[in-house]
């Protein structure tokens, strides 16, 4: 079965710095794989798709990720944090046939000033 | 467009009350889902549809049941409500037309006394 693996739960940067977030991914087909954020009190709105066209993929906000189908990865990265970036983030998996998404455990970002 | 919706923004109940927590999309969309967000636990599905008419369990169905009577529409019910519902709820829904990317609700912040 699919499933995601978010490294840290919890992940504090400072103003300025890059932002990477991690998303390992188990799958036995290539998947597609999604990034979304949750400001305080609102529900996800996606930041990011793959779909098995180009591996690098840019989003909104400045975000971007890189499907890397050796290392089974999908880290999400920005390379100036902003404070309007704090937020919890969620990478989730969908393999090919399935209906649903799998979801991680999500990590909260904290941005310094 | 308001995209997904949910009714109502927060509840407070007692145990053993019921109550209907109710989705609406203007999307078209044909798959239909419910989470349930706990703090430390991510998003955990607990039922989903996949067109009118239809509904599947998720990972946690136990204690909820849902309809589909319209396609814009779906329905999640608490019969006899428990304090380990307490949670925010969330609805989502997608399309094949749009690689299964969810759209989601704002949430619905249940309280079980």
């Known amino acids: 079965a699919q499933s995601v693996t978010q490294l840290g739960s919890h992940v504090s940067v400072s103003e300025g710095a890059l932002v990477l977030l991690r998303c390992n991914y188990s799958?036995?087909?290539?998947?597609?794989l999604f990034w979304y954020v949750q400001y305080p009190n609102q529900g996800l709105q996606l930041l990011l798709k793959?779909?098995?066209?180009?591996?690098l993929v840019k989003g909104i906000n400045g975000f971007e990720a890189e499907f890397k189908k050796s290392e089974t990865s999908f880290h999400l990265t920005k390379p100036s944090a902003h404070m309007s970036d704090a937020a919890e983030y969620f990478c989730?998996?969908?393999?090919?046939?399935?209906?649903?998404?799998?979801f991680g455990q999500g990590t909260r970002l904290t941005i310094n000033p | 467009n308001a995209g997904v919706t949910q009714t109502p923004k927060f509840r407070v109940l007692k145990t053993g009350q019921s109550m209907t927590l109710l989705c609406a999309q203007d999307?078209?969309?044909?798959?239909m889902y419910w989470y349930r967000q706990d703090p430390g636990m991510g998003l955990r599905l607990i039922h989903y549809s996949v067109g009118e008419g239809t509904t599947a369990k998720g990972e946690v169905p136990d204690g909820y049941n849902v309809s589909r009577l319209k396609k814009q529409n779906f329905l999640l019910g608490l019969e006899s409500a428990a304090p380990s519902q307490t949670s925010v709820y969330f609805c989502?829904?997608?399309?094949?037309?749009?690689?299964?990317?969810?759209?989601f609700g704002p949430g619905t912040r249940l309280t079980v006394t």
């Open positions: 989502a829904s997608s399309d094949p037309g749009t690689n299964y990317e969810q759209y």
């Open positions: 793959y779909t098995s066209a180009a591996t």
């Open positions: 999307m078209n969309h044909e798959y």
């Open positions: 799958s036995s087909v290539p998947p597609y």
């Open positions: 989730a998996v969908r393999v090919q046939g399935a209906q649903k998404l799998v």
